[in-house]
C-alpha cells in the first residue's frame, strides 16, 4: 500500500490517464528513501517506499534467490496498484532495475519475467540520485566503496538499454530535492 503524504504544493486534478511514475534509484545510501517521501510531500501524491529493506530486515536468515523474486513480485503488484491511482504522480522508492541488477550481481542470472516486466512498464522518468552524499552502513547495506560506483554505473547502463527517460540528481539537503522538483517539472511533465 503507497504512502499518502501532506505536503507543499497542489497541482491540478488528473485527467483519465494514469498516473505519471517516477522511480528514486541509485547505487546504496544515495538519498533515495529521503528524496522518495519529500517529493511525495511536495507533489501531495502516494509514495512506495523500498520494499526490499523491508522485506530483507525481516528475515532471520541470509536471503536466497526466491526472496530476491518475492520481492520483484511484490514491485511488479506495487506498480499494477500505483496505475490505477487517481493522482497525477506516484513516486517509488526504487523498483525492478535494481532487483534485476541484484539478481545478475548476486546470482548471474535474472529471471526472464522480470526483464519483461521492465520492457513492459510505463514509467515516466527516473531520478538517478548521485554519489555525492556519503555511504552509511546499516545491517542491510552490501555495496560500499567501489562496488558502490560500479552498481551506479549499471544502473545507468540498465536505464539507457531499456530506453527509460532519466535525470542525474545531486545536491546536499534542500538542494537535492529543489534539483530533483526542477527535474521532474523541466523533463517529466
Given at each position: 500500500?503507497?504512502v ?6 497542489t497541482?491540478k ?54 526472496d ?6 511484490k ?19 526504487t523498483?525492478?532495475?535494481?532487483t ?20 513492459l512498464?510505463?514509467?515516466a ?8 552524499i ?20 549499471i544502473?545507468?547502463q540498465?536505464l ?30
Amino acid at each position: 500500500m503507497p504512502v499518502i503524504s501532506n505536503g507543499e504544493k497542489t497541482l491540478k486534478p488528473m485527467d483519465e490517464r494514469i498516473p505519471k511514475i517516477i522511480v528514486i534509484t541509485g547505487a546504496e545510501s544515495t538519498g533515495k528513501t529521503v528524496l522518495a517521501e519529500q517529493l511525495a510531500n511536495y507533489y501531495q501524491v502516494p509514495f512506495y517506499p523500498e520494499y526490499a529493506r523491508e522485506y530483507i530486515s525481516g528475515l532471520d536468515r541470509d536471503y536466497t534467490f526466491q526472496d530476491i523474486e518475492t520481492i520483484a513480485k511484490k514491485q511488479v503488484e506495487q506498480y499494477n496498484e500505483a496505475v490505477g491511482l487517481p493522482h497525477q504522480f506516484v513516486f517509488f522508492d526504487t523498483w525492478l532495475i535494481i532487483t534485476k541488477v541484484w539478481f545478475e550481481v548476486v546470482y548471474k542470472t535474472c529471471p526472464e519475467w522480470v526483464v519483461n516486466k521492465i520492457r513492459l512498464a510505463k514509467i515516466a522518468g527516473f531520478i538517478l540520485n548521485d554519489l555525492d552524499i556519503p555511504w552509511i552502513p546499516d545491517p542491510v547495506r552490501e555495496n560500499g566503496g567501489e562496488n558502490r560506483s560500479k552498481l551506479q554505473k549499471i544502473y545507468r547502463q540498465n536505464l539507457d538499454f531499456f530506453g527509460f527517460k532519466y535525470q542525474v540528481n545531486n545536491g546536499i539537503g534542500k538542494d537535492r530535492l529543489n534539483n530533483a522538483v526542477r527535474i521532474i517539472e523541466d523533463s517529466f511533465l
